[in-house]
Nanobody, 117 residues
Framework: QVQLVESGGGLVQAGGSLRLSCAAS????????MGWHRQAPGKQRELVAD???????NYADSVKGRFTISRDNAKNTVYLQMNSLKPEDTAVYYC???????????WGQGTQVTVSS
């Protein structure tokens, strides 16, 4: 059974930093692309950053230059380093696995990030 557990969220002032972690189990982690998504109140869930099995990375325009995604296959963990946080980054952040079909699946429970102005 695949399980993803996010951690590292919290309350931070604008301009601050947080590092999110997502620990995966129940799958051969190194074989799957991983992604961080977020959902703000009243908005659709959006893809923030993703990383392929080979380390290729994509970012949403809204976080380029501020967020860094990385993975540690030895620890079955994907990270999201978030710097220069803005109030508009406030959301629940989720990690997910991208299946060969291209669909995202096996969502974690999410971790709340709140950025105060």
């Amino acid at each position: 059974q695949v399980q993803l557990v996010e951690s590292g969220g919290g309350l931070v002032q604008a301009g601050g930093s947080l590092r999110l972690s997502c620990a995966a189990s129940g799958l051969i982690f190194r074989l799957y692309p991983m992604g961080w998504h977020r959902q703000a109140p009243g908005k659709q869930r959006e893809l923030v950053a993703d990383i392929s099995t080979g380390g290729m990375i994509n970012y949403a325009d809204s976080v380029k230059g501020r967020f860094t995604i990385s993975r540690d296959n030895a620890k079955n963990t994907v990270y999201l380093q978030m710097n220069s946080l803005k109030p508009e980054d406030t959301a629940v952040y989720y990690c997910a696995v991208r299946l060969p079909s291209g669909r995202w699946n096996y969502w974690g429970q999410g971790t709340q990030v709140t950025v105060s102005s």
